[in-house]
């Protein structure tokens, strides 16, 4: 038998506002990706037979790198805050989950990063 108040047992077990912030966001790269995955869809398709030189002339415009950007960024983060979700809820062992949560965030900065070079390579007609 405990005499200490149900709040006193409860703290430095973490807040219930941390994960808010990560629900918000997770949301917002949702509702962000809907757009631009449907202009990506929408360009390619009327970019659908045209040859290279052109395609490559179309995404190589600062709107549509804009938007290419975007969506990769956006995308990246989205999928860095599901694994994390995923790893956080499955995961069990601490030192594993430690390791996956570094590896999820250093292969999501790694895709952000390669997709956003080859933009800017293909914007810059490299």
């Not at 030189?53 to 999928?79: C, D, N, T, V």
Request: hydrophobic share 55%; proline share 2%.
């Amino acid at each position: 038998m405990s005499t200490r108040t149900p709040l006193s047992r409860a703290r430095g077990l973490g807040s219930a506002r941390s994960g808010v912030h990560h629900f918000w966001m997770q949301r917002v790269t949702a509702v962000a990706l809907v757009p631009l995955v449907v202009w990506l869809i929408a360009s390619l398709a009327y970019h659908a037979g045209a040859d290279y030189e052109s395609a490559r002339a179309f995404f190589a415009q600062p709107i549509a790198g804009a938007l290419l950007l975007l969506l990769i960024g956006a995308s990246a983060y989205h999928m860095k805050l599901g694994m994390q979700v995923i790893i956080e809820d499955y995961i069990h062992k601490e030192g594993t989950k430690l390791t996956l949560l570094m590896l999820n965030s250093f292969f999501c900065v790694a895709v952000a990063l390669l997709g956003g070079l080859a933009i800017i390579k293909l914007s810059f007609g490299g």
